[in-house]
């Protein structure tokens, strides 16, 4: 069956907030912090690959971090769901992982499954990942395992998915971007050829989060965290794909904040200094509901980190600080990621795109739509989902309308048709096996 | 000097054009000024482009520039200038390294909060309107006016617009209603009054002009006449182009800005043939077509690209830019008009835009909401935080703290923390509280935040009054005009 690819845009434009020397600066005073471990630490980061492949079931579901195009994830894995007809969240179901997953496969802007997006209460992270390989064949990167017998059983369910061990390095359909307490799972990960993110303490402890502290302060510390981490999936696994994880919950900033998104934008700078793709928090708001607050946080952190650059903002569909999954949320986030992808993809100056002959031709007072320049390109000029353009008494006729009702309306739309491209009985019945297997 | 006005100096910098790209559509909108021409509906401006050896069409009405000339003339716009407030405290030194955001103009309803219903604005709404933007620090100056006097004589609306703004507000004041010669002697004469004569207005300008052009490629006569009556008297004034992409500009945004060059440039070059070395700016709102209505978006991303390079244009000649800026299209202060400002904020701030309108209003600039306003003044602190980058020193590294602090440590109970956390950016109108809190305390966001302020100004806050004579004054220009315009 057909599945539709993602949409992704090249970013052209490079939004930085550290200048070269500053940047320089944070640099030598993250590899100062690792002490005499510092210049292998900075070494293995160069050697890493510079682009990770994050693999979908199919082609089209493949990302590509490092290719100088910005990707969505969602966020997750949510405790608790707030219901689709509204009202107040309540813990989240296995059937409402399902829908998540659904959702996130069903919309284009989604290119990653990150959580996964939801976290079924009672069931354990192989179940909830059973689940989300069967309603989605896009990517799924994990953000909560932590133990090595997960891992390992996390690897035979992907090695199952992919088909092969060999296959599996090819188009790994998992990956895992975590802290320091899954150094271990992560080095699982590595040495199997499934990309990895992990942020460490310069001595392989988490960040604490809850701090306040300078964002330069900020930035040293979590720089220092990535390249320690680096170093130790590097020495385990050489060559082995390793993202930088740009996550400001992890560097003790408030979700949401500006100072969140001035962070993200030096990490992906930082990134950048060592080689290595970037993953950003991006939407994390901490509004409790899909309003004009989850908008502005959301916007501001997905605007700044994709203009400075960042390969996959994740976040997307989540409320309350990442504690709450929303339908509705995820769609608004989607429009927020198009809209930005668009602007990330700058403005194109050549013969064609400057329309000196339509200009000349249309004149003083006339007008471009009859042209036949307009009618080539108008088809390129974005167009929303959400908002809404009518007219003041159309609106209040339409019942006041806004993007949340529109949103719904995607919702319910993408829910009732949407088909996932099937596992196939025998990869269902072989995850099923192991999870059985794995009991944990 | 305390300053009441909290403009933003940003330190990012976002360059949506490369250095060949400004050059290429710089030179696209010299070949159009010069093969094509721009209409000026003007005898007046005719002559002076006449004069100085564009060559004039009278029938047409039609003037092409040579390119020399627009070079040279556009070089003697001044790069820097002050907008002066009443309240000195109020004034803008316009120098390329600073963002002042206006509220949104030109309304023509009023969104009453308390009932949710619209009414059509009157003079007693553009004075509450210009009383409110006087209590806001981070909106610098009074642009418009916010909604416009409905319930005066036409002909003579601008003067009474300008006559409650004046009252009500100490900032800069920037006319976007006065068109037409007469109107315009007659709005510099109550500035004046303020002022105390036309050299102390000339020395502290507490007035300018924007004066929308008529796109593609053209501008209109009274718009004209009205901006060289300011510079006649040293105020700055502008023309603010805005063509939409697939209707009145190319459906490719390169070629969209070289519409909206040519007709900006045009406009300045005019000004600066006539008066050399008057304060002038270029301006824009340019958008794209709304492919399913034909009309105005009212927010897209090809907006903020647009803005972003038509300030890098600007800037290129050395000249300010008065970039439209928020002015979303949503019909209420929600999620649509959450994305549409926050978004045009940040690109008209990385961009460096001198000055950014604006605020408060809903609906594609018709519908004032004072709790909108509110809101997002709030978007702007946060733009103002994120453009104030990241300060690296020793100090703000703070190696031993982190080594002294450890993997496992807290950081809250350091004197490094002390010192520094006072700095971290703090809302007014987002709610952090925990989930339970929220619920508890009845769902409060940031609307609800934003109506308790904005209700809070409209009852209590007083601006600082003119002088009774100066009130009668132009209580005494406007009623001239009154007469003197009947019917014109």
Known sequence: MPVSPIITSPTRLALKILGDDDLRRVHAAALALLGADGAAAEKSARLAPDTVVLGGRVFEHHTVLGARHCWLGTGGPAPRVRPREGGDPRPATAADLDEACRLADALPEVAVLCGPPVRAAGETLPADLARCFAATSKHVQLTTLQSVEEARTVLRMAIAVAGSEVELRGRPPVSLCAAADALGAASVFARAGLPVGVVAAPNGRAAGAGDQVDLATALVRHHAGVLAACAAIQATAPGAAFFYVADPALAGLAAGSPEAAMFQIAATQLAAVVGLPVSVAGMTTGSHEPDWQACTQNAFAALSTMAAGADLTAGAGTLGGGSVFSAQQLVMDAEIYSWNARIVAGVMVDEETIALEAIRQVGIGGNFLGQRHTRKHMKDIWRPRLLDRSMWDAWVASGRQGAYDKASALVDEHLAEHEVLPLGDQVTEKLACIVAEAGL | ?488
Not at chain 2, 28 to 35: G, R
Not at chain 2, 200 to 224: T, W
Not at chain 2, 341 to 349: E, H, Q, R
Not at chain 2, 425 to 446: F, I, M, Q, S
């Open chain 2, 1 to 488: 000097m305390t300053t009441r006005i909290n403009p933003i100096a940003p330190r990012l910098k976002w360059d949506v054009l490369a250095p060949s790209e400004l050059e290429r559509i710089h030179e696209a909108t010299l070949e159009i000024m010069e093969d094509v021409g721009i209409r000026f509906p003007s005898d007046k401006a005719l002559t002076v482009l006449e004069q100085n050896g564009c060559v004039v069409d009278r029938a047409t009405q039609v003037a092409k520039f040579p390119r020399a000339l627009v070079i040279e003339a556009a070089a003697r716009a001044p790069r820097e200038y002050v907008l002066a407030g009443r309240d000195p405290a109020a004034d803008m030194l316009i120098d390329g390294k600073h963002c002042y955001l206006s509220n949104d103009g030109s309304g023509v309803f009023v969104f009453d909060h308390k009932n949710g219903e619209k009414r059509p604005s009157t003079k007693n709404d553009a004075a509450t309107s210009a009383r409110f933007v006087d209590a806001l620090p981070n909106i610098s100056y009074y642009w418009g006016p916010v909604v416009t006097s409905q319930d005066v004589p036409p002909t003579t609306k601008a003067l009474h617009d300008a006559e409650a703004v004046f009252t009500n507000t100490s900032k800069h004041f920037q006319t976007v209603t006065t068109v037409g010669e007469r109107p315009a002697r007659y709005i510099v004469e109550m500035a004046a009054a303020i002022a105390g004569g036309l050299d102390k207005l000339r020395e502290r300008p507490i007035l300018s002009f924007m004066q929308c052009a008529v796109d593609p490629l053209g501008h209109d006569g009274p718009n004209l006449e009205a901006n060289l009556v300011a510079a006649e008297h040293g105020l700055a004034s502008g023309f603010m182009p805005m063509p939409l992409a697939a209707g009145t500009g190319p459906a490719t945004l390169a070629g969209n800005l070289v519409v909206q060059n040519a007709e900006a440039l045009s406009g300045v070059v005019l000004l600066q043939l006539a008066f050399p070395g008057t304060p002038c700016f270029f301006a824009g709102a340019p958008s794209v077509i709304d492919l399913k209505t034909g009309g105005y978006t009212g927010g897209s991303p090809e907006d903020y690209l647009l803005a972003a390079a038509s300030t890098q244009l600007a800037h290129f000649y050395g000249i300010p830019m008065a970039m439209g800026t928020m002015a979303t299209g949503a019909k209420e202060p929600g999620w649509q008009a959450a994305i549409d400002d926050s978004l045009s904020t940040f690109a008209s701030v990385m961009s460096s835009a001198d000055m950014m309108n604006g605020a408060g209003l809903l609906n594609g600039s018709k519908i004032l909401s004072y709790p909108h306003m509110v809101m997002e003044t709030e978007i702007y602190s946060i733009v103002q935080k994120v453009a104030g980058g990241i300060e690296v020193t020793d100090e703000t590294l703070a190696l031993d703290v982190i080594r002294k602090v450890g993997p496992n440590g807290t950081y809250l109970a350091e004197k490094h923390t002390r010192a520094h956390m006072k700095e971290i950016w703090r809302p007014n109108v987002w709610d952090r509280t925990p989930y339970d809190t929220w619920l508890r305390e009845g769902k409060k966001g940031a609307l609800h935040k934003a109506t308790e302020i904005a209700d809070d100004i409209l009852e209590n806050y007083r601006s600082d009054p003119l002088p009774e004579d100066v009130v009668s004054e132009l209580r005494a220009i406007v009623d001239r005009a009154d007469k003197e315009l009947a019917g014109v």
